[in-house]
């Protein structure tokens, strides 16, 4: 490793920043608008023929070589073989492999509100998985309280929706939490092994790697193939490698660098919300009370742990 590389990595634990900045706000406001927009995007795919596993998958892929390019065109340095190995072992099992797989696979069961809420735990579950592994990440009163208020604020907005659901088997609404938790570890886990930031090279390993273990896992199930060469299916599929995964994925691991992974997460209370304000804005009707209280809870809970001061001093 040069002196310029060690130079620029920063200790496992020690932030680079003690609170969120206006632009570390708009860009989690801007993430979660687009990856809330991939939601309806994966449905259009999967209602006309996808196969869930192989579409991820070659959405991953794809997203890869996209970020590859980017990496060649700025001519970024090849990171360490043990820095891309950390990034594939993270990628294929926790961070998109594992993400993806217990997501599609429990909302074939789980309703879309419900699982939305399922999936706004990733805060929750990165708070706890780093009070072991990165100990400046261990939020105060404020973080705590904050965490708990975006989460309220999601289930505030989604209430009726419950209300008029019919009862969730125990097993999808299992896999469906497995989803945000595993995120959750492999984002964690990424920041204590690699604390530096990760470039193209290390987010295209990641998608490669994870898109690879679903496309493989898709041959292994019946008709998991499937991805008809339709307009209705590659047009989405085009905008979910574009958008959401080449975009959506170097945003969030540049919030991931700059405010850890416990505040870069919150982007999970944000695209359920960014979803239902498209839906707003199509049908043009007024939000209820019930909607307009969860996003002020939400505001709220982004506000406290945004504010929250490192103890430890970089």
């Not at 794809?62 to 990171?79: F, H, K, N, Q, S």
């Not at 820095?83 to 309703?111: D, M, W």
């Not at 979910?240 to 919030?255: A, H, K, M, S």
Request: proline share 8%; aromatic share 10%; hydrophobic share 55%.
């Amino acid at each position: 490793m040069s002196a310029e590389e060690r130079a620029s990595r920063v200790p496992a634990g020690k932030p680079p920043s003690s609170a969120l900045r206006p632009l570390d706000y708009a860009l989690l406001l801007f993430l979660g608008a687009i990856w809330g927009s991939a939601f309806p995007v994966i449905r259009v795919g999967l209602v006309h023929g996808a196969a869930p596993f192989f579409f991820a998958g070659v959405r991953c892929l794809l997203g890869a070589v996209g970020i590859a390019l980017m990496a060649w065109a700025t001519r970024e340095a090849v990171p360490s073989s043990r820095s891309l190995r950390v990034s594939a072992v993270l990628g294929a099992a926790l961070t998109i492999g594992g993400y993806f797989v217990f997501l599609y696979v429990g909302e074939e069961a789980v309703p879309g509100g419900l699982a939305s809420i399922v999936v706004a735990t990733n805060p929750l579950w990165s708070a706890m998985f780093a009070l072991p592994l990165l100990p400046s990440e261990r939020l105060g009163k404020f973080g705590a309280l904050g965490i708990f208020a975006g989460f309220v604020g999601v289930l505030v907005i989604f209430l009726p929706d419950l209300g008029g659901s019919s009862r969730v088997p125990l097993l999808p609404l299992l896999e469906v939490l497995a989803a945000p938790a595993l995120f959750a570890l492999g984002s964690v886990l990424l920041r204590h092994f690699e604390p530096g930031p990760q470039g193209f090279w290390g987010i295209s390993t990641q998608l490669g790697a994870g898109g690879a273990a679903m496309t493989a896992g898709a041959f292994l199930v019946p008709a998991g193939t499937a991805l008809p060469l339709t307009a209705d299916v590659l047009l989405p599929l085009v905008y979910l490698v574009l958008v959401p995964t080449c975009i959506g994925y170097v945003v969030y691991f540049r919030l991931h660098h700059q405010v850890g992974p416990t505040r870069a997460n919150l982007v999970s209370f944000i695209s359920p919300i960014s979803g239902l304000l498209v839906g707003l804005a199509v049908s043009e009707g007024a939000p209820s009370l019930l909607e307009v209280g969860g996003l002020a809870l939400v505001a709220l809970g982004l506000f406290l742990v945004g504010r929250r001061k490192s103890t430890t001093r970089p």
